[in-house]
């Protein structure tokens, strides 16, 4: 296969991806040593994760219309330099005051990326579902690799050199991106940024069915990624009684599936359609949780690591379908907007299961999730028997 331009901008793309994920990753490894320098307790460290979290949700909708006014090139370089800029303060940071705001900026910084380069991946690739496959690795990767090579720069050199790793690998990339990826003519160039946040605009794009239909499959698709995520360790040493170092081996191999699988999936999307593909992965997210709750052994963690790592990298699949019902001049903002919506809705995820863990256990606090996803899996097929075209 000839080498073209799209795949540099898929590959920068991705790399940009990865470098934020890396960013906001480097801090939960080295918490421990964090609170013990500031002399802080988990709770409020919590507070200022929880901060990033949100800050990254909260900036999906400002990074589409500031793309759609500045061009999509410019956005995702802002972000990459912004994290770099960021990580590089939170680990000089002489007092906890000025962690929490860098952490906060770090994550609002980070939260420009995501729409900015779908956006871009949209106007470089007729394939989005395998473009925004290739794209998620980044994402995967960050997961996988982060945690580790923070621990071991941590234990090696301090916290701060390991928090600063997230510097050291978003300059390169952001100096890559800035040499490689030619700038792009704007949506809307002329446009004054108040004229799209007036809430007209911002109803019209979630008033539309196809777009609110796709909202709920998302926030709840979301919702249990981020629940997952968050306890999936804790459920296999708490419910299934594997030692931490077996719980961090299965939680990487969740990361390993998802890098490999995502294209593949997002493909599936475009061959066979956004909901059938989508449909799949409830049904494989379910069988996988169920095996983790419910049967023992090997079998019970090899399987159900891959089921969910397939059925949870929904994403590729649903993402695409957003653009598929928005007009070119939607996409940037509404793309964004749609991605605050869910998002912020899935940051509630980690509550939610951590709640219904401590109060009834881990097999309802699953057994939940599962629920949740069967849900939307129902609401595809009814769309889909009765003809709804939601």
Request: glycine share 10%.
């Amino acid at each position: 296969m000839r080498w073209e331009y799209r795949h540099t901008v898929l590959t920068l793309c991705t790399f940009a991806f990865f470098a934020t994920m890396v960013a906001r990753l480097a801090v939960s490894p080295v918490v421990p040593a964090i609170t013990d320098d500031f002399r802080i307790g988990n709770t409020v460290i919590g507070i200022a994760l929880t901060g990033m979290w949100m800050a990254y949700a909260l900036m999906q909708f400002p990074s589409g219309i500031l793309a759609d006014r500045f061009g999509e090139r410019s956005i995702v370089l802002i972000s990459v330099g912004g994290t770099t800029v960021m990580s590089l303060l939170l680990a000089v940071s002489p007092f906890y005051a000025l962690f929490v705001l860098a952490l906060i900026v770090l994550g609002g910084v980070a939260g420009l990326h995501y729409s900015a380069a779908t956006t871009l991946l949209d106007r470089t690739y007729e394939n989005l579902g395998f473009a925004i496959g290739v794209h998620t690795i980044g994402s995967s990767a960050a997961g996988l690799i982060a945690p580790v090579a923070v621990a071991w720069i941590s234990v090696r050199y301090g916290w701060r050199p390991a928090v600063a790793f997230g510097a050291v690998i978003a300059a390169p990339i952001f100096l890559l991106f800035l040499w490689r990826v030619r700038p792009i003519e704007p949506h809307r160039p002329d446009q004054p940024l108040r004229e799209r946040l007036e809430l007209g605009e911002v109803t019209a794009i979630l008033g539309k069915p196809e777009i609110a239909f796709t909202v709920v499959i998302a926030s709840v698709g979301a919702f249990v990624w981020q629940g997952t995520a968050s306890f999936l360790p804790t459920f296999l040493v708490e419910h299934r009684g594997q030692s931490p170092t077996t719980a961090g081996v299965v939680f990487s191999a969740y990361f390993v599936v998802q890098s490999i699988v995502k294209p593949g999936i997002g493909a599936m999307s475009d061959r066979f359609g956004r909901d059938v593909t989508t449909f799949g992965c409830m049904v494989a997210s379910v069988a996988g949780l169920a095996l983790f709750v419910a049967v023992p052994g090997v079998v019970g963690i090899v399987g159900g690591v891959v089921l969910i790592a397939n059925g949870l990298s929904w994403a590729v699949a649903v993402e695409p379908r957003f653009m598929d019902n928005m007009t070119d001049q939607e996409r940037g903002a509404g793309f964004g907007l749609v991605r605050t919506t869910y998002l912020s809705v899935a940051s509630l995820g980690s509550v939610a299961v951590g709640f219904f863990a401590d109060t009834y256990g881990w097999a309802t606090s699953f057994g939940m999730l599962m629920l949740l996803l069967s849900f939307v899996a129902v609401l595809l097929a009814v769309n889909w028997a009765f003809g709804l075209e939601y």
